[in-house]
């Protein structure tokens, strides 16, 4: 039986499962210290974390089960015209299947969408599938972080243009 892939908008059900592959996945990746997402009350808050106006929370489900998600926000502290590509991630079993360019591509129409102009991320160097796929996907990187994401552990920035 071929796989079954979704990707919604989070619902309040979903917080649990996503916290913790996020939590997972840091762990995974040596991320699970201060200065990551795997300290943000908004991880184990998901749902209505991502309920403001111009941003979204999106969730890939495989055969019905929430394997990873990625989401859209405004960069605090910054231009009002850059949004930022938050907590992307996936669990292992997951991966291979494209669900992360998938989940990209609905993040960046739903910002483009929104009239942001750029898209900011953050990252661990040593999240080389990651990285690969953002720079496939037109991110390039940036000399220092922008905004104030509190995620003072990652040190790869990223940034995307998001012309029409």
Known sequence: MPAKIEIRPIKEKDTLG????????LI???????????????????????????????????????IGGCGIKKLDKANPEVCELQ????????????????????????????????????????????IELYRANGFYTIDQALGNTGHTACDVWMLKDLKA
Request: glycine residues 6%.
């Open 87 to 130: 907590k992307m991630y996936l669990l292992p079993k997951s991966r291979g299947f494209k669900i992360g360019k998938q989940l990209l591509d609905r993040c960046i129409d739903f910002a483009r969408k929104s009239a942001y102009k750029q898209c900011y991320l953050e990252t661990f160097p040593h999240m080389y599938k990651a």
């Open 28 to 66: 995974e990746y040596d991320g699970n210290k201060p200065g990551t997402a795997f300290y943000d009350t908004s991880t184990t808050n998901m749902y209505k974390a991502y309920q403001g106006e111009s941003e979204i929370y999106f969730v890939a489900l495989l055969n019905d089960e929430i």
């Open 18 to 25: 996503i916290a913790a592959i996020i939590q997972a996945t």
